[in-house]
């Protein structure tokens, strides 16, 4: 096992990794920019390094002064937690190249489902279940109306580079087509660096289902089930849930069995989302993510194995310490985002909580690293905290998330806690009939308000 770790990031996830970290016994360095000197990772770490200025450019995505922070306080491993530099294979190379083990995955494995285009290719080959398109990049406007039309419209132009929907345009007709490729290449060109695009078959209502996954680098891999996380707005997840509401056992035993047996052969280490869209009972590969996502803690509700410490043994070199049978599913668990966003405009909402009341009893986690007296600074992501909950029903969450969310107290900024206040009350919500446009749908209705 590590001697000590160093955590290159910051708010939730920060003391996420800090706490897994002292229950095996590992030192902590947190690192801070100058914005978070008050945060509360800084002051549960067993040591703290100031790594720069508040832009992120220059604190959390400094690898410089990440290896510096290494050498001062002899750390021998980096988590880096989800964003930043978790998902950049030339700072894996970088650490293994300083002896500082990256916890995460090969940098092999990172760089493949980093470009879309290779990703997809690689799922296909692996047995995973893809979504009709082009073999690899459009390369030109003729090939790519030959494949559309034999396809059929609505077709979606995709750029290899992308993520979070960047670089995406629908086409519904061979008029649209040439339009689409165009500005979806000028997009990708001036976001990502990179104009190549790849065509899909659009998917008009789907549900966006993932697996996630736990291997250990030596050909060992298991599934823990799916998450649903089909209520976005704008590609930002709100809510998440596990198991998802439109699966069966047999489905989600399914497809966790054909990801599982792909991340053997790929002989991948440490945790893996992979991303489907789910339409009609099929599944249909889009991405791969290849760090602890956001949303995790749903899945630690309904198996009870903690993701980080998971992650951070089998970085240390441990075989996975279970097997598929010994994976049980338990009850059912709901997340909910609370950002410092106006809960109708979504408007960011820095500022200093005047107030914190966090709900608790049976069935109730929230991951958070704000406190009372706390300022939220204005230069990262708006996220104050996430509430969990687990029942062993989807309708004993839903009962505790009401009862939850009437607890949660967070007074002097605006948060989106009264969209989950209004959500949790809304029959579709309750019955599980949601696909990935029904938020945004719900909100330019004008929600409860507009409905009334
Ligand atoms: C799609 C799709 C429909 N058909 N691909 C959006 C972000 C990127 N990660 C994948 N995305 C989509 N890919 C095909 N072939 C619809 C989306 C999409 C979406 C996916 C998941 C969750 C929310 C979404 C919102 C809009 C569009």
Redesign the pocket.
């Given at each position: 096992m590590f001697d000590k770790i160093l955590i290159a990031n910051r708010g939730e996830i920060a003391l996420r990794i800090l706490r897994a970290a002292k229950e095996l016994g590992v030192a902590t360095v947190a690192v801070y920019s100058t914005a978070d000197k008050d945060a509360m990772h800084v002051k549960l770490a067993d040591e703290s390094v100031c790594i720069g200025p508040p832009t992120a450019r220059d604190s959390y995505l400094n690898i410089p002064a990440l290896l510096a922070a290494c050498e001062i306080t002899g750390a021998d491993a980096i988590h880096p937690g989800y964003g930043f530099l978790s998902e950049n294979a030339r700072f894996a190379e970088i650490l293994a190249e300083h002896n500082i083990v990256f916890i995460g995955p090969k940098a092999e494995h990172i760089r493949i489902m980093g470009d879309k285009i290779e990703a997809k290719r690689t799922a296909r080959r692996l047995g995973i279940p893809c979504?009709p398109g082009s073999e690899g990049a459009i390369d030109s406007e003729k090939q790519a109306l030959k494949l559309a039309n034999e396809m059929g419209y609505p077709v979606?132009v995709k750029a290899a580079a992308g993520?979070?929907?960047r670089g995406?345009k629908v086409a519904r007709s061979k008029d649209e087509l040439p339009h689409a490729i165009a500005t979806a290449k000028a997009e990708a060109k001036a976001a990502f660096g990179d104009d190549a695009v790849y065509l899909?078959?659009?998917?008009e209502k789907?549900r966006?289902i993932e697996v996630q996954i736990l291997g250990d680098g030596q050909g060992g891999a298991i599934h823990l089930g799916e998450r649903d996380c089909?209520l976005?707005r704008r590609?930002q997840k709100v809510w998440e849930e596990s198991p998802s509401p439109a699966l069966n056992e047999a489905q989600r035993m399914e497809i966790g069995e054909i990801c599982a047996k792909a991340m053997r052969e790929l002989e991948y280490s440490g945790a893996g989302t992979i991303e489907f869209?789910y339409e009609d009972g099929k599944f249909y590969f889009?991405?791969m993510n290849t760090r602890i996502q956001v949303e995790h803690p749903v899945t630690e509700m309904i198996t009870g194995i903690d993701l980080v410490c998971e992650q951070i043994k089998v970085a240390a070199g441990s075989p996975l310490s279970m097997t598929q049978k010994d994976v049980k599913f338990f009850g059912h668990a709901i997340e909910c985002r609370v950002n410092a966003e106006h809960h109708a405009t979504f408007r960011p909402s820095p500022g200093t909580i005047a107030y914190y009341h966090t709900p608790g009893g049976v069935g109730v986690r929230v991951d958070s690293a704000v406190y009372q007296g706390y300022a939220i600074p204005p230069n990262y992501d708006s996220l104050v905290g996430k509430l969990i909950v687990h029942g062993r029903t989807r309708n004993e969450a839903l009962m505790r998330l009401r009862r939850a969310l009437d607890e949660f107290i967070v007074d002097g900024i605006d948060t989106t806690l009264p969209l989950f206040r209004q959500l949790v009350r809304i029959p579709d919500i309750q019955n599980g009939l949601y696909d990935?446009h029904w938020l945004e749908r719900f909100l330019s209705s004008g929600g409860l308000d507009g409905a009334a």
């Open positions: 979504v979606l993520g979070g929907g995406m899909e078959k659009y998917l789907p966006h089909s976005q590609h869209l889009i991405e990935i």
